[in-house]
């Protein structure tokens, strides 16, 4: 998981790992000081691109 989050860009993967952690999308764009939308899309973007990474190992295994 580390190694996929890494490859994440930086906002990406803050918003990643604090959802992670059990934060809400509010209480993330309160730390982040941006607005729940930009929260919510960069989650949707970083969940999109840890899945392509995920099926791209699977295939490079298969």
Known sequence: MISALATLPWKQRQVMAWYIDGYSYAEIAKMLRI????????????RQALQDYYFGQQREAG
């Not at 607005?35 to 970083?46: E, G, H, T, Y």
């Open 35 to 46: 607005p729940v939308p930009a929260v919510r899309k960069n989650f949707s973007r970083a």
